[in-house]
């Protein structure tokens, strides 16, 4: 059933309006209180939510919502194993990844956590014996780097985390290629030799033709450096949940770490998918990454909505999308090393929530997955934040920031700190025209020149925001990071009633990819549209020009 059939959307939809005519600084005005009620915290991330445009009824009526779409009863069927991805009758289990204790997780009747820990021991083992010289190339050298060949969630997640954990890692330097376009490939391999290079095929169905285009061109790049097609079994390991095809394509099944059709690709890096940063980082901050997002997990399960962080960012995020109509989420992460979480989040929300249908099939009635983007904040600052402080359009952002990390330089710290804060500030707040008049007015201006300086120098403000604040940037922050947006969406979905563990959007290009592709290269085919067959014409001579 459809989430606008509640008494509770009704009544939201109602406050609605009343809450476009309201303004955050005064909102403020009235109610100081608010900066202290509405913040909730876990796992070492405080989240501060008092510059969004709402108030406790509305927060009281966005929990009823939720309970009325049965959150809580579809949050267990997930964690308990339950078929809960129903299009594709398999459970979602990523949280028994990451589970800290022993109780059994049921899948057909078969606990699924020791083989779990059977395939993270030996991801453990292998990537212990890389780390310490034990596994040697082909010609008897140690491996100095790690190229990761995969695309989506099989490059996303393990490259965000590598790369936000950077100052730690202590292993072989890592690479991660996932364009076909060959130049990711070529100028990647360009830097290294042949005889210290480890790849690592990750891909859960091994049938992307990406990945394995990639894998073909690294394997014939080794073979011909190392002279012998015996090498490859010292340089090449696989990471899917297709034994099959992994052999095939002449991956040695002793060289493969599987996972299960239950880790949804986007919720993958916690499984084998996640080889890259124990080879980076090494077995032990693995575990802390995984004990962080298990922490997380047990707080979204226990904490009451009102406190539960989860919760409380996916019911935001749907009052703006549902009642105040902005389609459009903007993460602003203010570490560096956090520049590729964006990244991670848009295929996370916007490959999990992007659908036009309930779980039962009837079209929804009512907006979804908002479009999340993003980039480094400071950076953003001068690039497209003109854009949210003075445009037409409303964008919610997350800011996102760390207070420690090593490798901090901590003089700089105070700037990158403030830049965050005057962000939200400015954005909630805004300049009025007298504040204007007085300001340019103070500096001397003409009256005249003030007056036309005006319009261009207000600023709307009531520009909504959440802040997250991290004590540091560790393994077990991150990791209880990740786990707080997974489940953000996934507590989005449960409202909307749509399933976010299909993918189903991304296969009609890829049908379509591989029939042009045989067109270009001289196959007959059914014809398409004008316009894709003149482009097809076009590519076609370009590609043979070359
Ligand atoms: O095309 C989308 C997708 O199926 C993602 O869901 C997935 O993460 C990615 O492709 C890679 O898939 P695989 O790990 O099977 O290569």
Known sequence: MSPTRHASWQQLRALADTWRKKHLRQVFEHDPGRAASMTAAASG??????????????????????????????????????????????????????????????????????????????????????????????????????????????????????????????????????????????????????????????????????????????????VEALGSETAVARHFVAVSTNREKVTAFGIDAENMFGFWDWVGGRYSLWSAIGLPIMLSLGGARFDELLAGAAEMDEHFRAAPAERNLPVLLGLIGIWYVNFQGYGSHL?????NTLRRLPAWLQQLDMESNGKSVHRDGSATDHATGPIVWGEPGINGQHAY?????????????????????????????????????????????????????????????????????????????????NTLLIDNLSPHRLGALLALYEHKVFVQAAVWNINAFDQWGVELGKQLASDIENRLKGADGKPYDASTEALIALAAAGIGRH
């Not at 993460?331 to 570490?335: I, K, Q, W």
């Not at 207070?403 to 939200?424: K, M, W, Y």
Request: overall charge neutral; proline content about 4%; aromatic content about 6%.
């Open 45 to 222: 991330i405080h989240l501060d939510y008092s510059k969004n445009s709402l108030d406790s009824e509305v927060l009281a009526l966005l929990i009823e919502l939720a309970r009325d779409c049965d959150l809580a009863g579809q949050r267990e069927a997930m964690f308990s194993g339950q078929r809960y991805n129903l299009t594709e009758g398999r459970a979602v289990l990523h949280t028994a990844l990451r589970q800290q204790v022993d109780t059994p997780v049921k899948l057909d009747g078969e606990d699924v956590i020791p083989g779990v820990r059977e395939v993270r021991a030996r991801c453990y083992d292998f990537a212990e014996r890389v780390r310490s010289g034990a596994w040697r190339g082909h010609t008897g050298q140690t491996i100095t780097d790690v190229v990761n060949i995969g695309i989506g969630g099989s490059d996303l997640g393990p490259l965000m985390v590598c790369e936000a954990l950077s100052p730690l890692a202590d292993g072989p330097r890592v690479h991660f290629v996932s364009n076909v376009d060959g130049t990711h490939l070529s100028q990647t391999l360009r830097r290294l030799d042949a005889s210290r290079t480890l790849f690592v095929v990750a891909s859960k169905t091994f049938t992307t033709i990406e990945t394995l285009s990639n894998a073909r061109s690294a394997r014939a790049w080794l």
């Open 331 to 335: 993460l602003a992460p203010y570490n």
């Open 385 to 465: 934040f003109q854009l949210l402080h003075q445009g037409s359009q409303i964008v919610p952002v997350d800011f996102i920031l760390a207070l420690a990390q090593r490798g901090q330089i901590d003089s700089h710290l105070p700037t990158l700190v403030a830049n965050c804060l005057a962000q939200s500030a400015a954005m909630m707040r805004g300049k009025t025209a007298d504040e204007v008049r007085a300001e340019l007015t103070a500096r001397g201006m003409a009256a005249a020149d003030v007056e036309t300086a005006i319009p261009h120098r207000v600023f709307p403000g009531n520009r909504p925001s």
